[in-house]
């Protein structure tokens, strides 16, 4: 099955100031021979909390620097410095507004709290339906994003909310919550949209027409919920793959086969509800385990020799996706493959 690549502009961020502080609990792992260990990374990560944390030798156990107080789907820093984000259904924001069908939100963040101008939203879709989830600003400017409901949808907006792309999802009806994910736009004018409950990738055209579909069950475990959350695009036609609660992450080369994967028993069980993930510029694979439960490797950064290069171990809210956009004060560049 042919696949396809996703070569994409490189943008940069800006650096972060520190706004507060707050320990959380690290585990970091040796790194292995051919990787060199990381001095810092700044990582988004979105779930029932949101913030942005900062790692580093004087703070190994984390730091907060940022938080904003809506339980979300997924989220990007974006190179103005700016924060998007898939806002979960029930969620109140700041304003006291509750987005009942969830809604999708740009934040310009501003300076620490103690300036009554805060942080103030600059763009905002509310759902339509049971829930949005997931968001991508494009390099036009343009905004990416899924609703799940009784009518499951891609949206295209322009930044006045005006429709560019709308079409129907080829996914399940009855279980709204498992029809979709984490979609996103590929420079030659596609879509990459991952669907749970079908155990399907789709790349569809603008249209809504379906070009390819990539079946994720597992061969010879029918029983698997290797459901897709995450799926991207590399460069060489391939494809990589969270696959939920199948609890592994699987890379698909061009003619469809598996070329890597790794699974909860490579990393001794630290892969557990495999949500969001990025490659790495250095190759390596960062993962979200969504359900590892209590003090669990929340987030891990894997070889692709599979060994743990990085991992912070911590009692804190699941996270169910993350943008680790700069490493060792670098900006990690954008768009990350996410």
């Excluded at 991207?232 to 469809?256: K, P």
């Amino acid at each position: 099955m042919k696949r396809w690549s996703n070569r994409s502009d490189r943008h940069v961020y800006p650096n972060l100031g520190i706004v507060m502080l707050l320990a959380l609990g690290l585990s970091i792992q040796p790194a292995a021979a051919d990787n060199q260990p990381v001095e810092s990374r700044r990582i988004l990560v979105c779930g029932k909390r949101t913030a942005i944390v900062l790692f580093s030798p004087e703070r190994p156990a984390g730091a907060v620097e940022w938080t904003y107080p809506v339980n979300s789907r997924e989220g990007w820093v974006l190179p103005d410095g700016n924060v998007l984000l898939a806002v979960s259904k029930g969620s109140r924001l700041p304003t006291g507004e509750i987005v009942a069908g969830g809604a999708a939100i740009e934040i310009h963040r501003g300076p620490p709290k103690t300036d009554a101008t805060g942080d103030r939203i600059v763009w905002r879709y509310d759902g339509t339906q049971a829930e949005v989830n997931s968001i991508q600003k494009t390099a036009e400017g343009t905004y990416v994003l899924t609703e799940a409901g009784p009518s499951p949808r891609l949206l295209e907006l322009n930044a006045d909310n005006t429709h560019r792309t709308e079409f129907g999802l080829a996914c399940q009806q009855p279980n709204a919550h498992m029809q979709t994910r984490m979609a996103r736009k590929q420079t030659d004018g596609t879509f990459l949209v991952p669907h749970l409950l079908d155990f399907a990738i789709i790349r569809y055209t603008a249209d809504g027409t379906v070009m390819e579909r990539i079946d994720t069950h597992v061969a010879g475990q029918p029983k698997l919920n290797s459901w897709p959350f995450t799926a991207i695009a590399l460069e060489d036609g391939g494809i990589l793959a969270g696959l939920t609660n199948g609890n592994l992450v699987v890379e698909f080369n061009a003619d469809g086969g598996i070329r890597w994967q790794v699974t909860a028993a490579d990393v001794d069980g630290a892969i557990n509800d495999a949500c969001g993930i990025q490659r790495l510029p250095n190759g390596n694979t960062m993962i979200a385990s969504y359900r590892i439960g209590k003090g669990g490797e929340r987030l891990l950064e894997v070889s692709p020799a599979k060994e743990i290069v990085w991992a912070w171990k911590a009692d804190v809210p699941s996270v169910h996706h993350f943008h680790l956009f700069e490493i060792d004060g670098k900006p990690v560049p954008f768009p990350a493959m996410r």
